[in-house]
């Protein structure tokens, strides 16, 4: 079993579609997650972290559920520049070697 | 925030040869990694870059085919030997300053052998 799994997508959706994406991680010890962004070409760079209580920035919520091992990013009102590839990330028990999940492929059209 | 140069930023190289990617950083941090992307896929992790000491490998890569080195908190460099086309990849830089925070990556290294 892969430590990250995601839905590799691609998902493509409308302009101002919501649309959410899934992530499962195996080790329960796992201490900080956190959602990233990969354009076509370059490197990732942070979205948003994930906390138990839940996080919201803009038209981006994560959310965290410890007991299903279960994280989940949703985007409202979609807009074409989200269009990326969206990374699903679990930082060991150490805190500081982050594994990545396959990545969800978004297209959103206009 | 961290600011990571790494180079080069591409090159073709011809099976058999080495090369060698190089990662700075603008001030020290804790922890240094290297990724592979390879075309379509998502970031597998080579090994953990430690200074002063070798480099601990993930499952399925071996110092012989990717030796590392960390001279100092702010540098380190990657080899990948003996080239074959299968080596045709990105190699990314990662740096974390603190725990369970974020990772920076430098601008990636896209690798095609001939």
């Known amino acids: 079993r892969k430590e990250v799994e995601q839905d590799p997508g691609p998902f493509n959706v409308p302009e101002g579609a919501t649309v959410a994406f899934n992530c499962t991680y195996s080790n329960s010890a796992s201490q900080s997650f956190f959602w990233y962004r990969q354009d076509c070409r370059k490197e990732p760079k942070l979205l948003m972290s994930?906390?138990?209580s839940g996080n919201e920035d803009g038209r981006f919520t994560a959310q965290l559920n410890r007991a299903s091992q279960y994280i989940s990013l949703l985007i409202r009102d979609s807009k074409l520049s989200d269009s990326a590839t969206y990374l699903c990330a679990v930082n060991d028990t150490g805190g500081f070697k982050t594994i990545f999940g396959a990545g969800t492929r978004l297209f959103v059209k206009a | 925030s961290a600011v990571i140069s790494q180079k080069p930023s591409r090159d073709i190289c011809q099976r058999g040869t080495s090369l060698t990617i190089q990662c700075q950083v603008d001030?020290?941090?804790?922890?240094m990694f290297w990724y592979r992307q390879q075309p379509g896929q998502s970031l597998t992790l080579i090994a953990t870059?430690?200074?002063?000491?070798?480099?601990?490998?993930e499952s399925g890569f071996v110092i012989d085919k990717f030796p590392i080195s960390r001279p100092n908190l702010t540098f380190s460099t990657l080899t990948v030997s003996n080239l074959s086309p299968e080596d045709s990849s990105i190699y990314l830089c990662?740096?974390?300053?603190?725990?369970?925070?974020?990772?920076?990556f430098g601008q990636g290294t896209r690798l095609t052998v001939v």
């Open positions: 001030s020290q941090v804790t922890m």
């Open positions: 994930v906390y138990s």
């Open positions: 990662s740096v974390g300053r603190s725990p369970n925070t974020e990772a920076f």
């Open positions: 870059a430690n200074q002063g000491s070798e480099a601990t490998y």
